[in-house]
T-cell receptor
Framework: GDSVTQMEGPVTLSEEAFLTINCTYT??????LFWYVQYPGEGLQLLLK?????DKGSNKGFEATYRKETTSFHLEKGSVQVSDSAVYFC????????????FGGGTRLMVKP | DAGVIQSPRHEVTEMGQEVTLRCKPI?????LFWYRQTMMRGLELLIY????????DSGMPEDRFSAKMPNASFSTLKIQPSEPRDSAVYFC?????????????FGPGTRLLVL
């Protein structure tokens, strides 16, 4: 079945550091890929998504590129801020899954001033 | 749009009591999902509905859990009787079925504590 693996946290960075959170997936066909973010005490919010190979999703300075050859969708940001501290979830929606999402385990990011 | 609305936001109850969580999806959405989030198990899909019909309830932990969607604008998740291990944050999410692989929109969650 479909699965998503993302790096375990917590990831602790200083403000303005470069961020990478790795995400790899296993799925048949052509899934759509998502990054969701969960701020403390809140629900998950869509951060960005990509629906086909080589697409780049971007939002709020975050980017991720759908790499079918490496089955990856790594999240990057060039300069993190304290306000980016949150838990980040990688997810996929498979070809035959309707709108069901398969989530990774989440990666907690802590940004220190 | 008001987004997905969940109530209550916080619930504290005693073991053995019945708990009912409520969700109002985004107007026009016809897929609805219930999730549970804990530190130990992460985010788990409990059940989802398409056009008010339950499609997959394989994630419902046991018979103490039940979910209904009597109409397109309302769903409930009921736990009877509740147990301390049910303590978690429960999220509801909705999306538009006609758009395959469409974004799910999450509510703020209900934080449940069973004493």
């Amino acid at each position: 079945g479909d699965s998503v693996t993302q790096m375990e946290g917590p990831v602790t960075l200083s403000e303005e550091a470069f961020l990478t959170i790795n995400c790899t997936y296993t799925a048949t066909g052509y899934p759509s890929l998502f990054w969701y973010v969960q701020y403390p005490g809140e629900g998950l919010q869509l951060l960005l998504k990509a629906t086909k190979a080589d697409d780049k999703g971007s939002n709020k300075g975050f980017e991720a590129t759908y790499r079918k050859e490496t089955t990856s969708f790594h999240l990057e940001k060039g300069s993190v801020q304290v306000s980016d501290s949150a838990v980040y979830f990688c997810a996929l929606s498979g070809d035959n899954a309707g709108n069901m999402l398969t989530f990774g385990g989440g990666t907690r990011l802590m940004v220190k001033p | 749009d008001a987004g997905v609305i969940q109530s209550p936001r916080h619930e504290v109850t005693e073991m053995g009591q019945e708990v009912t969580l409520r969700c109002k999806p985004i107007s026009g959405h016809n897929s609805l999902f219930w999730y549970r989030q804990t530190m130990m198990r992460g985010l788990e899909l409990l059940i989802y509905f398409n056009n008010n019909v339950p499609i997959d309830d394989s994630g419902m932990p046991e018979d103490r859990f039940s979910a209904k969607m009597p109409n397109a604008s309302f769903s409930t998740l009921k736990i009877q009787p509740s147990e301390p291990r049910d303590s978690a944050v429960y999220f509801c999410a909705s999306s538009l079925l006609e758009h395959i692989q469409e974004t799910q929109y999450f509510g703020p969650g209900t934080r449940l504590l069973v004493l």
